[in-house]
């Protein structure tokens, strides 16, 4: 038979959120956002650094040289600036506009829906520690599965 240690095992990690009709809301809401809108095309382009060789400079400063803008991009001139709007549902819209050294270059949309799962955790007191730990998980996270 089961004892509670097994059920805890078990309930680890779980979430509910399938069973809420707002996380369905929050992926229609996903699939129906708008483009993004661009008022600078190259700073748009450079703003993915995977891609990118990166570099350091005499400071220890990683940077991309840029030599369509001539310029050196550091990676910590990027910026968002995110003013966000609850809906209804809890569903959290946002909208972020993206700036490089002070310039607009973007404002993009997303959605964010917050959930909660169960924890099970090893306390340094009390051993097994259980709970409800908050998550959240946005447009991007549906993109990658």
Not at 36 to 49: A, G, M, V
Not at 65 to 83: E, M, P, R
């Amino acid at each position: 038979m089961f004892n509670y240690r097994d059920i805890f095992w078990l309930l680890n990690g779980i979430s509910l959120r399938f069973l809420n009709p707002a996380y369905y809301v929050f992926k229609y809401q996903c699939t129906q956002l708008p483009q993004p809108k661009i008022y600078n095309q190259d700073y748009w382009e450079l703003s993915f650094f995977q891609n990118y060789p990166l570099e350091y400079d005499e400071n220890k400063q990683r940077f991309y040289y840029s030599a369509k803008l001539d310029k050196k991009l550091y990676v910590i001139g990027w910026n968002n600036k995110i003013a966000s709007q609850t809906t209804k549902w809890g569903v959290t819209k946002k909208e972020v506009d993206r700036y490089y050294d002070n310039i607009l270059y973007a404002t993009t949309t997303t959605y964010a829906y917050p959930y909660h799962t169960l924890g099970l955790g090893w306390g340094s007191r009390n051993g097994f520690e259980f709970g409800f730990k908050e998550k959240e998980i946005t447009c991007y996270d549906l993109d990658q599965k």
